[in-house]
């Protein structure tokens, strides 16, 4: 019953639009690559995603690293990596094809080229949190307080700076619309639909049913793994 239960929730996402295909157009241009070449048999339409995942997870990782050994105040980069490498959640999910490790990846890749100091005012950063929206328009929430921080305190407070924020969201807000309007079928804005479905048909409610403790005793130990237990001693001891 819940696998059939998973599989109708799957089902419905695509159906009513909720989704866009921007999140697995990468494994349908790798179907077509294969069918080109003659080479979709099962075992490569099976692993041959989750290969590239591994790939990009592992881009992702050296991004991190990267990010880590840049602007971290740590005088040896070591333990925030081993507190990275060492999540159990981050290894379950690193090689496989969701939505949210996808999101996941493109964050810290975002976040490693994000211009932290005041020498670095490049604004690449701003087309990869776009296209991470325009799949999960909630990640506004994490990234709106940065591209502020980023808008003023590099001083972009002009017509050209503001315009060239509004035109890159634009453009891959239009880039999904038209993705998913042809994948579809019919026009659709599936970054509406999300919100709708989420915010004002609250299907999503079932996700904040668990009490206060269930972070402490299932959600931050699967994400933490082992630095769980210095997380715990260091949360007593500030609070002390």
């Known amino acids: 019953p819940y696998t059939t239960l998973f599989r109708s929730c799957v089902g419905c996402v695509?159906?009513?639009?909720?989704?866009?295909?921007?999140?697995?157009?990468?494994?349908?241009?790798?179907?077509?690559?294969l069918k080109f070449f003659s080479l979709d048999t099962l075992q490569l339409l099976i692993w041959s995603p989750r290969f590239l995942q591994t790939l990009f997870s592992t881009f992702s990782d050296y991004c991190f690293v990267c990010w880590i050994q840049k602007h971290s105040k740590c005088s040896n980069a070591f333990w925030p990596v081993v507190s990275y490498m060492s999540s159990p959640?981050?290894?379950?999910c690193s090689t496989r094809t969701l939505i949210n490790?996808?999101?996941?990846?493109?964050?810290?890749?975002?976040?490693?080229?994000?211009?932290?100091s005041l020498q670095n005012k490049d604004v690449k950063f701003l087309w990869i949190v776009a296209l991470v929206c325009v799949m999960r328009p909630t990640a506004i929430i994490m990234w709106l307080p940065l591209i502020v921080f980023d808008f003023f305190t590099h001083k972009?407070?002009?017509?050209n700076n503001l315009a060239r924020y509004i035109c890159i969201g634009l453009m891959l807000l239009m880039f999904s619309i038209t993705l998913d309007?042809?994948?579809?079928?019919s026009?659709?804005?599936?970054?509406?639909?999300?919100?709708y479905y989420n915010i004002i048909k609250k299907v999503n409610a079932h996700y904040s049913v668990e009490q206060w403790y269930w972070y402490f005793v299932s959600g931050l130990p699967s994400v933490l793994g082992?630095?769980?237990?210095?997380?715990?001693?260091?949360?007593?001891?500030?609070?002390?």
Do not use: D
Not at 89 to 92: D, H, K, P
Not at 187 to 195: A, D, G, H, K, S
């Open 89 to 92: 959640f981050l290894a379950y």
């Open 14 to 33: 695509w159906f009513v639009g909720v989704r866009s295909y921007i999140s697995i157009s990468w494994i349908v241009i790798m179907y077509e690559i």
């Open 156 to 159: 972009r407070y002009t017509i």
């Open 187 to 195: 026009f659709i804005v599936t970054q509406w639909n999300f919100l």
């Open 101 to 116: 490790t996808l999101e996941t990846n493109l964050t810290t890749i975002a976040l490693n080229y994000y211009p932290w």
């Open 226 to 240: 082992s630095v769980f237990f210095i997380f715990i001693y260091c949360f007593i001891k500030k609070l002390r």
């Open 181 to 185: 309007t042809y994948f579809h079928g």
